[in-house]
């Protein structure tokens, strides 16, 4: 072998391997996708465990007002958080397209028991709010 030959060889058995990396982003592409996709509906589901009691409210026929207070204490309506403020001018506005509709609040167990009564007075207090209920899950037997 000539001389120039065996330099060629000695370079090409220290060159350092290719690392093909399309397939390795196409598969990071596909995870940030997947996640991209999922969150939305997790931080929509709204968790809220109800104190239990042995009598249901009666169910109405019309599309009542629904208010979650989560245990992390947000308040939320239709799944979108919002302060306490923002929930009352959403019943104001709702009360004055349909008088006499009947709030429900939907308050974990964990929130402070005060801050409900607060909360569900200043409901009552809104012209046009004809009962505010404070919903419960059926009791265990």
């Known amino acids: 072998m000539s001389m120039r030959s065996r330099r060629h060889s000695r370079t090409d058995s220290n060159r ?8 390795l982003i196409d598969t990071i592409l596909v995870v940030l996708v997947s996640f991209m996709v999922a969150m939305p509906l997790v931080h929509n589901a709204i968790v809220v465990e109800l104190p239990s009691g042995q009598v249901q409210e009666v169910p109405s026929d ?12 947000k308040l939320s309506i239709s799944g979108v958080t919002l302060s306490q403020s923002t929930v009352i001018d959403v019943v104001k506005k709702r009360i004055q397209k349909k008088p006499d509709s009947v709030v429900f609040v939907q308050a974990d ?9 607060e909360f569900i007075d200043i409901l009552k207090a809104l012209a046009g709010v004809k009962y505010v209920a404070l919903e419960t899950r059926a009791k265990d037997i």
Do not use: C, F, H, S
């Open 16 to 23: 350092l391997p290719e690392v093909i990396l399309t397939p």
């Open 109 to 117: 167990r964990i929130v402070r028991y005060g801050d409900v009564v």
């Open 62 to 73: 019309q599309e009542d007002l629904v208010v979650y207070w989560d245990n992390k204490n």
